[in-house]
């Protein structure tokens, strides 16, 4: 049998391993129940399945507090996944210099199915800031860097994200009408940057600039979020100016050009 047809098989206990570690993008740490209810494995499997990876070091297990937290051995992989790849390697100095340039998070984001996930960030200088963690999944259709990736997607994936009932208000400021949005992603394909004015959180705005590959493919987007009360009207075309620059040199370390070159 030929290895590709055998790489399609899966093996049902290492897929509901995963499931377990993929519970922990959006909670650092959870009971047994918790895993239980957001998995929906029987209590016995859940605690073979958790006990083995406790055991490989991939899951913490605290007594005292009978909670479970992500172990070393995936701190390790996700480093040596970042230590190889080209886009999180060459991306850390121009996020870091978005940091000192604007004191505000900047991070990066890329495409997963009908969401984006933070791929890599660099926290705000400040004391009071908004917070990202890397993995963490968000809505395409709300906040600039979201809607820059929509914006230039393929077209099946502004269409299911335009189709209706999709779009959610998750604050008064998000666009959740299709034809607005649609002709929000025309304004950002043709200014070649997005913005937000809270949109996916109340009183955070945001830019963000799309970052070409050397195909000419957006691979994903760069830019800060901050909260509105320190990044007033009159300083944000400074910032936009200045993230729009750091996504074409980064397009550039990459082997692509941006459109507005």
Not at 38 to 48: E, L, V
Not at 89 to 104: A, F, H, K, N, Y
Not at 192 to 216: L, T
Not at 223 to 234: D, K, L, Q, V
Request: proline fraction near 4%; hydrophobic fraction near 40%.
């Amino acid at each position: 049998m030929k290895p590709a047809k055998e790489m399609r098989r899966h093996v049902e206990a290492v897929l509901k391993a995963l499931d377990i570690l993929d519970c922990f993008q959006s909670q650092p740490v959870l009971t047994l129940k918790e895993i239980i209810d957001f998995t929906g494995m029987t209590r016995s499997r859940a605690m073979r399945l958790t006990g083995t990876l406790v055991s490989k070091g991939y899951l913490l297990y605290e007594s005292k507090r009978n909670h479970f937290r992500l172990g070393s051995r995936v701190m390790i992989l996700g480093k040596v996944f970042e230590a190889h790849n080209t886009l999180v390697s060459i991306s850390r100095p121009i996020l870091r210099d978005l940091v000192r340039m604007t004191g505000e998070l900047a991070s990066l984001y890329v495409i997963d199915g009908l969401e984006r996930v933070a791929l890599a960030r660099e926290k705000s200088s400040h004391k009071i800031s908004y917070t990202v963690t890397e993995g963490q999944r968000m809505e395409l259709y709300a906040g600039a860097a979201g809607k820059v990736l929509l914006a230039f997607a393929p077209s099946e994936i502004p269409e299911k994200v335009l189709s209706k009932g999709f779009l959610k208000k998750l604050t008064p400021m998000t666009i959740s009408d299709p034809e607005h949005l649609a002709r929000e992603l025309e304004a950002i394909r043709r200014k070649g940057y997005g913005v937000s004015h809270g949109e996916r959180v109340s009183d955070v705005w945001s830019v963000a600039a799309p970052i070409f590959d050397r195909d000419g493919t957006v691979c994903c987007s760069i830019g800060i979020t901050g909260p509105i009360y320190r990044i007033p009207e009159r300083v944000q075309p400074n910032y936009i100016e200045m993230v729009v620059k750091k996504s074409i040199e980064l397009s550039r370390l990459l082997g692509g050009s941006n459109l507005n070159q």
